[in-house]
């Protein structure tokens, strides 16, 4: 059994590279998504939200052997209030296969497993927000963010670490910030929550990110990361790479 995730670092500066136009190709989004990118006023958020799910729809249609296109999407039932805004999934279960998407401003992160998954990328706070922003961790995780460092960026990059890893497992639940974010201890030196495996995945110096997998720790095998720049076409493994089992 293993994951696999796609890190796109995008450079949003004025000197950088054109994208991969196909990044960028409307036509692979269904008439809601296109919907969505279309109300976004700043460009550049509407550019990220559309390589974002062109890129996961490439992604799974490699995996799934199917066009990016032709992929239906679907809602899980909530934990919380079992209303069908849970965890996204595709239409069809067969063969099992589970997926998260996170973007941020200048990253993408889409990562693919046989099990529930959960991937999350955060651009790094900048202190003066971690001030306010601590409160709502776990007393654990407060207190490694305290501890932290003498510089207020010290305390700004245990946070980042800390908040990737709770988005990643809230979203992998399928509760996301439905479930009161002090309720888990995703600090340094915690385990990961009974039955799940956290990994940490590097990102760039400015930016924080995580997968966790619904798989006791030792048994999943270290996910498989992909780092590329949004000039680059995305590199979908084989179908078999993804062992549709577990």
């Known amino acids: 059994m293993r994951a696999e995730a796609w890190l796109l670092e ?17 036509g ?6 296109r919907e969505r990118a279309a109300a976004f006023l700043r460009p550049a958020d509407r550019v990220l939200y559309v390589a974002a799910h062109v890129a996961l729809r490439t ?13 239906e999407f679907r809602r899980e039932p909530c934990p919380c209030c079992g209303e069908p805004h849970g965890r996204p999934a595709l ?9 998260s998407l996170s973007h941020t401003r200048g990253r993408v992160l889409v ?5 529930p998954v959960g991937a999350d990328v955060e651009l790094r706070p900048e202190p003066s927000a971690v001030r306010d922003l601590v409160a709502v961790l776990h007393p654990a995780e407060r207190a490694e963010v305290a501890a932290a460092g003498p ?6 990059a245990a946070f980042g670490r800390i908040w990737a890893r709770k988005e990643a497992y809230l979203k992998g639940l399928g509760t996301g910030l439905g479930r009161a974010a002090h309720l888990d201890d995703l600090s340094g030196p915690a385990p990961a929550p009974a039955g799940w495996s956290l990994y940490d995945l590097p ?3 400015a930016h924080d990110a995580a997968l966790v997998l619904r798989a006791r720790p030792g048994t999943a095998g270290t996910p498989v990361l992909h ?15 993804l062992r549709m089992s577990g």
């Open 203 to 205: 990102a760039g110096p």
């Open 28 to 33: 692979v989004l269904d008439a809601r998504e």
């Open 227 to 241: 780092r590329l720049s949004g000039t680059d076409p995305l590199p979908v493994p084989p179908r078999a790479a």
């Open 10 to 26: 995008l450079d949003e500066s004025a000197a950088a590279p054109p994208l991969d136009p196909a990044l960028l190709d409307p």
């Open 59 to 71: 992604v799974l249609a490699g995996l799934l052997g199917e066009r990016p296109a032709d992929l």
């Open 151 to 156: 510089g207020p960026r010290d305390g700004a």
């Open 91 to 99: 239409a069809t279960d067969r063969p099992p296969l589970h997926f």
């Open 111 to 115: 990562a693919a497993a046989p099990v």
